[in-house]
């Protein structure tokens, strides 16, 4: 099996073939995937548990080890939202509570192929907790860096699975540069922003989405956006199979963002000149508290061919919607509660079926 080619998106040179490298080691740019992603229903197994089952789209070496805690498979269950029956995809039920573990497996499979020992990571939480179960699978140490101002459940279930947990005083972007000086000690940074090779993990949410549907695409996806890899990896998912032939268009993406900190709203609704309007502020919904998105322009590419958009969601709307998605039996983190007031805003321009994911488990937030 041929892989993926991957350059750097600056400069155009090809991954180097030595290492993991989480930026062009030339140019300083960020490595992405320079040719679309192929599904192929052929190389589908449904012998295989979850993300598993398309273990050949993924973009791994041939004999390559599966990572697992069982991940992928999540339910889409239906209930009403603002007189509109919407389809709730449920990735907050996945091993460690959060969408994360899609795109954490498929990393760690490929770091264990690498035969890598040590790694560090940052994180608000999610990424963290994800990284440091994955690790722990695999036999890999992890350092996990973290606001200090993070959940207190995410800390406890970074430092459960056996991580160092680093937390770092400041903002987001704080944790960001304390990371990469730790990086510069030889040790594999292993992160869910900078490398790429989590955006297929993520895809498997479009492709079981579409099974779920009954080989239909949704016609409109509402999903938490903070650096937007998920948002993305799901539009490639669906751009796919809209590729391989098995479905004319694909849906209308719909990025939300806590108004707090909201770069891609920002972006898109004022260009260039929007970011100069965005600050790190606090926001209950941490887990989208990105100031500087590293493929931003990658996301609202996606979510502008889409004809989709980004909607900012504001500060005092987050815990009644929390409030309200569990009243439907949904029990989420706030960061998660957020597609709900965008629903609202939203769903009178949005095509059916309407996809929304749910990103994190309440259990997360205390």
Partial sequence: MQLPAIACTNCGRPNPGEGIPYRCPVCGGVFDYSSPLIFDAAQVDPSQPGIWRYRRLLGLAEGTEAVSLGEGGTPLIWAEAFGRQVAFKCEHLNPTGSFKDRGTAAITAMLKSH????????SSGNAGASLAAYTARAGIRARIFVPASASEPKRKQIEAYGAELV???????????AVKKAAEQDVVYASHALLPF???GYA?????TFEQLGGRMPGSVVAPAG???FLLGLARGFEALRLAGLATSGPKMIAVQARACAPLWAMFTAGREGLAMVAENPTLAEGVRVRFPVRGDAVLRAVRSSQGGVVAVDEDEIMPARDALARLGFYIE??????WPALEQSLRQLPDPVVAFLTGSGYKYG
């Avoid at 498997?204 to 079981?208: I, K, N, Y």
């Fill in 115 to 122: 035969a890598v020992t040590e790694v560090v990571e940052d």
């Fill in 167 to 177: 937390p770092v005083p400041g903002t987001r972007t704080d944790v960001s540069e």
């Fill in 198 to 200: 989590n955006l297929p």
């Fill in 204 to 208: 498997t949410a479009a492709f079981e």
């Fill in 227 to 229: 650096q937007g890899g």
């Fill in 334 to 339: 706030p960061t998660s509660a957020i597609v």
